[in-house]
């Protein structure tokens, strides 16, 4: 008994603004502040300790893609930081992280949180990767196939061509290896022995997982030696490592867009027509009151009263829509649900009827978007404008209620600090303060003393939050 290990306690886990990961690979921030590249080895060697657990969602891969052929370089070396300090570890899709959370509210009766570590959030594997993304894979696997079979088809003509058979033979043997669909099961075989003379080529071009390619991995499914499901799932795997996504998947036609499409701003416009609409009103109201001219305080309550009404039609109120946004969940993953026991009255009576805040991850989106709104789309002469960092923000926040230290900037933060407090996660407010704040979380959990400080001075908690 006197022997018994004293189980370790879970390590701190961190959610890094996307700018961090700019901040600690930027080669002009790091030669001008000799602090960030102090800090960056502080995290990796905490994060080697066990002691802060570092993870990356597909948010964070997106924004540190590369747009353009020029700036590749620099996410690449952006890909190094992320890998140092999460190595596989990352976070469950949003999209499937709603459903889950969902259905623990069904199955289990409480939240998602309510399992702690084993938070189905927490991945290892290429689940981080959207069904959009997924599906792309899905695609590229159906592309090869296709492919192949052509690739076969045309060797094995152009073999008979050689070797001078005449037309009736050549016939014979074509239907004996090619079959109706392309390739039959003998000519599939054959194409196993020599496999670099159809699939070199992709090897190069398209780098999957080792697996894929040097286990043959097309040909083994032509040859009936593994399923559809199995070659897909390789394909995917290839896709989730962060070397090929950023090197190559992302420039993929149908992938290429989403670095841009998360630093765009076109809801900016929907708040200037909605600010524009409400000062024409009030415009008017005062030119029609000036004709009537009612009693100064008069005058100014009904100016007062309309701008409040005003304010509030221009201030929709994103928790309002919970139900709504609940039952679109349901209706575009009914088979899902239905699927795993859930029915339209465990639906209701326990997801619908849920409070806020029983969706981890989705709620926390609806109460930062209403915070956002609220500001945006205020009649004040200096409300704030869109800027593109809000639109990742919201999404990123989506995974705060996850981790027990979040990097925000400074008008986030002010927007989720009182949601962030009720979840016991706490706000870091720039890169450099990230050091300081991780050691202090760790001395109050007795971590510390797994941790040895180097000789070098660690940073200080100073600079700008982004």
């Avoid at 960056?40 to 924004?63: C, N, P, T, W, Y």
């Avoid at 026991?341 to 981890?360: F, H």
Wanted: charge should be positive.
């Amino acid at each position: 008994m006197g022997n018994q290990l004293t189980p370790r306690p879970d390590p701190i886990r961190i959610y890094l603004d996307s700018s961090d990961i700019d901040n600690l690979t930027d080669a002009r921030k790091l030669a001008k502040d000799a602090r960030l590249g102090e800090t960056a080895e502080v995290l990796k060697e905490l994060a080697a300790k066990g002691i802060a657990e570092f993870r990356f969602s597909f948010f964070h891969v997106i924004e540190l893609a590369h747009a353009d052929d020029l700036s590749k370089p620099f996410a690449l070396k952006r890909v190094e930081l992320v890998k140092a300090l999460c190595g596989p570890k990352a976070f469950l899709n949003a999209d499937e992280l709603w459903r889950l959370e969902a259905l623990s509210l069904c199955q289990d009766n409480e939240p998602e949180l309510a399992r702690g570590a084993r938070a189905r959030v927490f991945v290892e594997d290429a689940s981080w990767l959207p069904r959009r993304v997924v599906d792309v894979a899905y695609q590229l696997v159906d592309s090869l196939i296709r492919r192949l079979k052509k690739r076969i088809g045309d060797r094995t003509a152009k073999v008979l061509e050689e070797i001078g058979t005449n037309r009736k033979s050549r016939r014979g043997m074509k239907k004996r290896l090619l079959g109706r669909r392309g390739v039959s099961a003998h000519g599939a075989e054959i194409a196993a022995t020599t496999p670099d003379l159809f699939l070199a080529d992709w090897k190069q071009a398209l780098p999957l997982t080792k697996r894929f390619w040097e286990e043959n991995f097309p040909l083994q499914y032509l040859n009936k030696q593994i399923s559809l499901d199995e070659l897909r799932a390789e394909c995917v795997a290839g896709f989730g490592d962060l070397d090929n996504f950023i090197g190559w998947c992302i420039e993929l036609p149908t992938l290429s867009e989403l670095p841009k499409a998360i630093r765009r701003r076109d809801q900016a416009q929907n708040f200037d027509e909605l600010r524009a609409d409400a000062q024409e009103r009030e415009h008017l109201a005062k030119s029609l009151l000036e004709l009537l001219e009612p009693e100064a305080h008069v005058r100014n309550d009904i100016l007062r009263e309309l701008h409040k009404r005003l304010q509030k039609a221009t201030s929709p109120d994103p928790a309002k829509s919970r139900p709504k946004d609940l039952e679109r969940l349901y209706a575009s993953n009914r088979e899902w649900f239905t699927r795993r026991g859930v029915s339209n009255q465990d639906w209701e009576s326990r997801v619908l009827a849920s409070p806020l805040g029983a969706l981890p991850s989705m709620d926390m989106m609806l109460q930062l978007a209403g915070a956002q709104v609220e500001k945006l789309a205020s009649l004040s002469k200096d409300a704030r404008k869109l800027r593109r960092s809000d639109v990742s923000d919201l999404l990123h926040s989506q995974y705060l209620p996850y981790v027990d230290l979040f990097r925000a900037d400074n008008y986030t933060r002010s927007l989720i600090a009182n949601v962030a407090m009720a979840k016991r996660t706490k706000l870091v407010p720039s890169t450099l303060a990230l050091p300081d704040m991780l050691r202090e979380e760790a001395r109050s959990r007795h971590l510390i003393p797994a941790f040895r400080r180097t000789d070098r001075r660690s940073p200080t908690v100073a600079g700008r939050s982004r």
